[in-house]
Structure formats: structure tokens, C-alpha cells
């Protein structure tokens, strides 16, 4: 086996592992609300621990477009792609140092032109929202793909040990073609998300 494949496959496995899918779904959630909650339950002095949060945040999702970029084929510069690094760039916003450089002085905000980039602000940060909230879904996506290949391989390792073993590897052939996505529903999948998005 090549070094390429097997890395290939090592990124895959990880990334479909429902350990690694349940901690970036935790990730994905602080990921959304962490801003908020730190604005209603914390003072300035903790805004440090949740800077270093994001930062993790960053980090992390940064690491699983890399293996999901070498893991799967059709990952890269694909709409799920785009959608990855958007929501990751977009939690660099989120960082408390760099809104403060971003709102400027006090006295912006009182003119009309402050209000104005506030409700601009305010639109791009519940497109972001939106966004971020999206990637919940294809994760959960991933998690039931990996659950249906484990039955998958389960149900053809109890098949191989029956004698009449030839007739069932047709018939489970046959229903994986039924149940694989096809190139159409995964195009209609991504139209949809644009749409909801857009």
C-alpha cells in the first residue's frame, strides 16, 4: 500500500470516527453560542480563556479541512469545502481583540455611519451563524454515512460465513448501489444549502 493511500485512509478514518465527529459538533455549538454566552455570563477579565477557546476552535477545524482534504476525493474546492473555511475564517471575528480594532472608537458608534456598519454587522454575523449552524448538519451527515458502513461491513462479515454466501454478497451488491449517493443527489444537496444560504 502506498504512503498516499494510506494516509488517505488514515484522514478518512478519522475523520468519519464518531468520537472525533461528536467533539467537532461541540466545537461547531461553542462555536456558535460561545460569543453570546461570554457577552452574558462573564466579565472582560475571562474574555482572555475564551479567546484561547476560539483559538483552539480555529485550529481544530483548520486541522479537519486538512484530513477531510486528503480524505475524501470530492472534499476539495468542492461547496463543503468553501463552507469549512468560511465558518473557521469567520470565528477569527469572534476574537475579542480583533472586534475591539473593528468597531473603532466610541464615537463611531454614535454617528450615523456607526449605525449603519452595526446593522451590517448584525446581517453578516447571522449569515455566519447560519453558516456555522450548517456544518452541524453535514457532521451529522458524516456520523450516519460511518454508522450505515459499519452495519454494512457487519451484515457482509455475517454473510461470508453462511454457505450460501454468493446469492447474498449479489443481493447486498445490489441494495449498496441502491443506498450510495448518487453524483445527482449530492449536486441537489449542495444547491439546496447554497439556496438556503444565499
Known sequence: MSVERRLA????SIVENKYFTGFAILLTLFAL??????????N??????????TMFCIAAFTAEIILCTLGKEDYFLG???FLDVVSTASLVLDLTWVNEYLQGDEDDVNELRGSRTA???ARVSRVVRVIRLIRIVKLYKGVLEARRMRRLAASRAAEASDPGAEDAWRDMDS?????RESRVGKKLQEMTIKRVIC
Request: aromatic letters at 14%; a neutral charge; zero cysteines.
Open 9 to 12: 485512509e488514515t484522514s478518512r
Open 44 to 53: 472582560r477579565p475571562m474574555d482572555e480563556a475564551y479567546n484561547l477557546l
Open 119 to 121: 446593522k451590517t454587522g
Open 79 to 81: 461547496f463543503f469545502f
Open 175 to 179: 441494495q449498496v448501489g441502491q443506498r
Open 33 to 42: 453560542t460561545g460569543d453570546d454566552m461570554r457577552l452574558l455570563y462573564t
